[in-house]
């Protein structure tokens, strides 16, 4: 019914819009997890990410806009990944902010992964197109 790219993106869409809300980020020195929802600049990012996998979604029949989009999201969880990254490595010294990672550190690895793989399925499809073009 759909083609592969959909399930990918609805896979980086549950990714960053659902599981953030379940699993912590990290869990700081007293044990308190901490969520994306707590600071704005992580929940902005995860809403933009899924905003553009739906974008993408809805896109379908414009396969070059699907694949832009889909390189833009790569790029913003790329800079989420790198905020996470920089809050858990600049922490002072021995007294560390963040004590223990969480699951949540990881989703947009995960994320790109999927939109990897979706982009890659749509360059196939384009490709397909623009080869049946070329035999008419």
Known sequence: MFRIQTYYLIGSILITAVL???FPLW????????????????AVLFGLSTALSVL????????QHQFVLGRLNMILNLILLG??????????GGTSAVSEKGVGMFL???????????NKAIKKDEDLVKSVDRLR
């Open 56 to 63: 993408a979604i809805l896109f379908h029949t414009k396969r």
């Open 27 to 42: 869990h700081d020195a007293s044990g308190k997890a901490f969520y994306f929802m707590m600071d704005i600049s992580y």
């Open 20 to 22: 953030p809300f379940v």
């Open 108 to 118: 947009p690895i995960f994320s790109i992964v999927l939109l990897v793989l979706a």
């Open 83 to 92: 905020l996470l990254v920089y809050r858990t490595l600049s922490a002072s």
